[in-house]
């Protein structure tokens, strides 16, 4: 039994640069970052392919070709003829449709497994190229650390070193589909927004200077997802107002949002505050790396 993890992808800036002409995707700018936790994948090499699917959330997840578990290991054997399977359980509690990535790192953590089980590097192509044929976000969970991705996802960059970042994530059990957030933004065909890009981040930047270009990130779709789902707004205004924190952003395409802090103390302790007054929602500490 081969087993990984499929951590949660937080994007701490979101820049929507414009839409492509070409093939209609947004070009994106997303500095992305992960948390040290999130769903549990387990593989059980053999003839065939199945999921079970356990947990909080796996419900919501749903079965069958529609999961990107079973869709990138299907992507994969059309890539590689002979590729021995199995059967995967996923455990899943990350929520579903919030922003953090949990269906493409659980495609990734699929695609992770088949490659140690099949003895493949994994930047074997044919790889990469499932991945990408498995969703956008999908690449940059291959190997979860922080980096930007570019363009509808394809373009990934190097890891990068960030320093320390813990965080509160929240999510107010409101599920958010993407396209209708994407449609709000009402870019035309060949339209370029007109944002600045993000400012550099470099490995091992001073963090004062890491901090100050990180205040300069944002993320775009806020303000079209607050339409979709207005209890975001609240959600922002918690983290906004919680004790030590610094930045608070939407992850995504939302509903999930999170803030950053100096320390593990204060990050713990905003989230306790929030679930104490908000039981309902989904709230936790983070360290994203």
Not at 23 to 51: I, K, N
Not at 74 to 94: D, H, V
Not at 111 to 130: C, E, F, Q
């Amino acid at each position: 039994m081969l087993t990984t993890r499929a951590p949660a992808k937080i994007n701490i800036a979101l820049h929507v640069l414009g839409r492509r002409a070409e093939d209609g995707l947004h070009e994106l700018e997303s500095l992305v970052a992960f948390t040290g936790a999130g769903d549990v994948l387990s593989l059980e090499p053999g003839a065939g392919l199945a999921l079970d699917i356990r947990g909080p959330t796996a419900q919501a997840a749903g079965g069958g070709p529609t999961n990107l578990v079973q869709r990138a290991a299907e992507n994969l054997a059309a890539r590689i003829p002979g590729l021995k399977l199995g059967r995967f359980c996923l455990q899943k509690s990350l929520p579903v449709a919030a922003g953090i990535g949990g269906g493409s790192s659980d495609a990734a953590a699929a695609l992770r497994l088949l490659a140690r089980s099949n003895g493949l590097p994994l930047d074997d192509p044919r790889i990469l190229d499932a991945a990408r044929a498995t969703g956008s976000d999908v690449p940059v969970c291959l190997d979860p650390h922080a980096r930007f991705m570019r363009g509808a996802g394809e373009d990934v960059g190097p890891r990068l070193l960030l320093p320390p970042l813990p965080a509160v994530l929240v999510n107010p059990g409101v599920a958010v589909e993407t396209g209708p957030v994407f449609k709000r933004l009402g870019l035309a065909l060949g339209e370029r927004s007109g944002s600045p890009p993000h400012p550099p981040i470099r490995s091992g930047m001073d963090p004062d200077a890491f901090w100050s270009a990180l205040s300069k990130g944002r993320n775009d779709l806020e303000d079209a997802a607050c339409l979709v789902a207005p209890v975001i707004v609240d959600v922002l205004a918690v983290l906004r107002a919680a004790k030590g924190s610094r930045i608070a952003r939407m992850s995504g395409s939302g509903a999930t949002c999170f803030a950053l802090f100096s320390t593990r103390r204060a990050a713990s302790r905003a989230a306790a505050a929030i679930k104490s007054c908000h039981p309902g929602w989904w709230a936790r500490p983070a360290m994203l790396r």
